[in-house]
């Protein structure tokens, strides 16, 4: 008789280990959590200027007005004082790519182009995000680029702020 019953635990448990597994994850990432968890203040902009991939110069970018970047749960997002001007804050809605390494944002901010607007995160790399900064990166950052191909990479260094509110 325990022959009979241990000779059935073994099929039985293999069925049931492989119930168990092949059952489908749920997203695990924290990434979206960490977006949204707190505003984003910016902390520096820093441009690089290449041909091809030699660095030519990196550029700081310094403001007196504060930029805040801010995530929320429901895919909309805002950007306060873009470009280091005084300005409505600018409305938009963002998502990540499937591999979360990705940052889509439509919003469009006033700058000092001569177009006079734009979408700065509208394709930006996430280079580091962790509970306390992030980093994104944007402009020519495609992978294939000729040896004598001007290319312009901002690098957006931002910090978590906790939230100001008001009465």
Do not use: H
Not at 131 to 154: C, K, W
Request: hydrophobic share 35%.
């Amino acid at each position: 008789m325990k022959k009979k019953i241990s000779f059935w635990c073994l099929p039985v448990l293999l069925l049931v280990t492989l119930a168990v597994n092949s059952c489908k994850k749920t997203d695990q990432s924290n990434i979206p959590n960490l977006l949204t968890i707190r505003q984003w203040e910016l902390a520096s902009v820093q441009v690089y200027n290449y041909i091809g991939d030699t660095q030519q110069s990196t550029d700081t970018i310094t403001c007196d007005t504060t930029q805040i970047f801010k995530f929320y749960k429901d895919g909309s997002c805002t950007y306060t004082n873009f470009d280091c001007k005084d300005q409505a804050i600018a409305k938009g809605s963002y998502s990540l790519s499937d591999t979360k390494l990705t940052l889509f944002a439509d919003m469009v901010c006033l700058d000092n182009s001569t177009v006079g607007s734009s979408k700065p995160f509208a394709n930006a790399q996430i280079s580091n995000l962790g509970e306390f900064s992030m980093v994104l990166q944007t402009g020519d950052t495609q992978a294939y680029y000729t040896s004598n191909q001007p290319r312009t990479i901002y690098r957006w260094g931002f910090i978590r702020q906790k939230e100001v509110t008001t009465r």
